[in-house]
């Protein structure tokens, strides 16, 4: 069973920073977390609430179809779609998981302790910018960095009539926020931001955006040489005790990085119709665990991509062969 922590940290600025951290499962299973729901107040929006509990905009919008953004109404009851299946690869360093605007910080464990999770909203590269796939690290960290946009957003800026200066000093107007983490990536960085209603959308030129207090709180933690991986998992499975669980996302279209330590494009998801997908993820969470799968509902689920977790199959007990071929 999955136990949540809620870590508070007063800040020297005497602003409340928080983080939820999860204790990492064991190994084979792959849940952490829980779906929950609150009432929203007169003055709420839903970019409020889904702050207020670690989510972003994509996050809360989409379990919420149907409630008004901006004015979701007193006694609204909100959906909080806190459950999450821990994305494929290792669970080291820092996983980026684009398809689900979601960022995953696996610390290493101290001696005696228990290992933990650390996930967040990111913001992250719009269409026409993409953020890259790959593996790459942390190589710098900057605390109230300055802004050199590249020439290429000076154009974009120049012709809608907002030029940009050369630089762009720490303050208010400076988009990266307060703190920093270079990536070996060229020209890429997570960082925090000037516009945190923007968390959990696809709106950067390509950088990682996160909550002020998110990248203040993981900035602290987080070691320059971190590796640091880039991937495209629209659909997870994982398995959750017996039960077997899959989170679906749309499915994005994005670059591979052009740098030494990208990953072959073979070596990437390839997320073809969502018959094939459930069914090769299907395969995989079987391969040394017997299961049956509720075919129906796994496609119904995938295809609302709504990125709540539901329980979609069962492990079967000491059966020869999975329910693959049903």
Known sequence: MNRKLKVLLLCLSTVTAHAEIFELPPVGFDVIGAVATVTARE???????????????????????????????????????????????????????????????????????????????????RQDWETPLGVTQIIAKAVRPSWYPPQSVRDEHLAAGDPLPPVVPPGPDNPLGDHALRLGMPGYLIHGTNKPAGVGMRVSHGCVRMFPEDIEFLFDRVATSTKVHIINVPIKFGWDGDELVIEAHPILEVTVAESDDALPSEELPVVRDSLTTVTELFIAATDERSGELDWPLAEEVVGRADGIPVVVGLGIKNAATSAASE
């Open 43 to 125: 003055e709420d929006t839903l970019v409020d609430i889904a702050r207020r509990h670690g989510l972003g905009y994509e996050d809360i919008v989409r379990a919420n179809p149907g409630v008004n953004i901006w004015v979701p109404g007193e006694g609204t009851q909100i959906v909080l779609p806190t459950r999450f299946v821990l994305p494929p690869g290792p669970r080291t360093g820092l996983v980026l998981n684009v398809a689900e605007y979601r960022l995953y910080y696996y610390p290493t464990p101290k001696a005696g302790e228990p290992a933990y999770v650390m996930t967040y909203p990111v913001s992250i590269g």
